[in-house]
């Protein structure tokens, strides 16, 4: 199937690792230009040798508007164009909600909610123009929340929101607006999380597996995010907006 994306232009925020490179190559390899941007100079250097000489690896916090427009700025200088906007910036932050603070509340929600409604309405003009489509990469707990989850499906969960609301406000100008929910997937968070208890990634993601119910019986790939999310961004998923796809091996109890 011709996904359509030679020559197209899409950026990712948290693209230097995990699901967000994961993403990256795949467009890549479907002859799309790519703009990620991060924070660790070591990951934007070596996604930059991953992704080739063409790719902008941009150093930017999400949680600063000024980095985010110069990221987006950079983005459109190279390549003279925009085809999709992907929300991937996050990370793990779950506590209860008797022991959290306010602050980390906020500052979960300046990562993951407030970086992606302005990248959405800076990309908005030229996503108008090329009838693009934005991803926002959220958890099946957005729907599932459960105890000491906090405050992340509670950002998650207004991720949901924002993308169906969106989604519903930008249609007749023809963007697309979709989330993938995922469940365990192999990630660069993972990784660190798995060498600071200096464990085997393999045993390490079999303990979790085994741990979690999962229908499948296994943690997901990042190139099976990769795949739902490009199908997502391109013109074969032109009447797909509005969603939340959840890639989880089944392990979500709702549909």
């Known amino acids: 199937m011709d996904l359509e994306l030679k020559n197209r232009a899409y950026l990712i925020t948290g693209g230097t690792d995990g699901l967000g490179l994961a ?7 479907e002859g799309a230009h790519v703009a990620v941007c991060g924070r660790d100079a070591e990951r934007l ?13 941009f150093e930017a916090d999400v949680t600063k508007e000024p980095d985010i427009d110069a990221f987006i700025d950079a983005t459109l200088a190279r390549f003279g164009r925009l085809d999709g906007a992907v929300n991937n910036a996050g990370r793990s932050a779950g506590t209860g909600v008797a022991t959290s603070s306010d602050q980390m509340w906020r500052d979960d929600y300046e990562l993951k909610v407030i970086a992606a409604l302005h990248v959405a309405r800076r990309v908005l003009p030229a996503l108008e123009e090329t009838r ?47 989330a993938v929910l995922i469940g365990l997937i192999e990630s660069g968070q993972w990784e660190r999380v798995a060498g600071g208890l200096d464990t085997d990634m393999h045993e390490f993601y079999a303990t979790m597996a085994e741990g979690s119910n999962i229908p499948l019986g296994r943690i997901g790939r990042a190139d099976e995010f990769a795949d739902v999310a490009t199908y997502l ?6 009447y797909i907006t509005g969603v939340g796809i959840s890639i989880d091996g089944g392990m979500s109890p709702v549909i």
């Open 23 to 29: 993403l990256a190559q795949r467009l890549v390899s």
């Open 45 to 57: 250097a070596r996604a930059q040798d991953l992704l080739g000489g063409d790719a902008l690896c």
């Open 132 to 178: 693009g489509a934005i991803v926002n990469v959220l958890a099946v707990m957005a729907r599932t929340p459960h105890a000491n989850s906090t405050p992340t499906t509670a950002s998650r969960a207004a991720g949901l929101a924002f993308t169906k609301a969106l989604a519903n406000e930008v249609g007749r100008r023809g963007i697309r607006v979709n």
């Open 233 to 238: 961004l391109s013109a074969r998923a032109s």
